[in-house]
């Protein structure tokens, strides 16, 4: 038997708390979960469903290797989204660049302030009643 059912949270490095919020929260639309205790390190939890994504801002978070153009050829957070369409429109009025998914699938790959690669994948009310 598999005891592994579910992905818990997600953590994000980040080199400013603020900016990565105006990100996720303010244009994905995800809700900070105050439950975050005090880590002595600025951060913040966001609800992702029953799972989170953890930011955490440490000093010199940024990644210095070149980052590919395609979030798919690198490491990724793929969030669940009902509508891919208006995902893609929202991004594009932030300035956002995003690449669609190379594999068919209803998907896009943007990335954070931060260049974290972040994959949306549009899933439908049936998929929803899966899970």
Do not use: K
Request: hydrophobic share 40%; net charge negative.
């Amino acid at each position: 038997m598999v005891n592994v059912r579910a992905i818990h949270h997600v953590t994000l490095l980040v080199s400013d708390t603020g900016r990565a919020l105006r990100f996720y929260q303010g244009l994905l639309g995800l809700e900070v979960d105050g439950s975050r205790p005090d880590m002595n390190v600025p951060g913040a939890w966001l609800r992702v469903g029953v799972a989170q994504i953890h930011l955490l801002e440490l000093p010199d978070s940024q990644r210095r290797a070149e980052l590919p153009e395609h979030g798919g050829r690198d490491w990724h957070v793929a969030l669940s989204v009902m509508d891919l369409d208006g995902i893609a429109s929202l991004l594009e009025t932030a300035g956002v660049a995003y690449t669609l998914s190379r594999s068919g699938r209803r998907a896009l790959f943007c990335r954070d302030p931060d260049g974290n690669a972040i994959e949306l994948v549009e899933i439908t009310t049936r998929d929803l009643e899966l899970q």
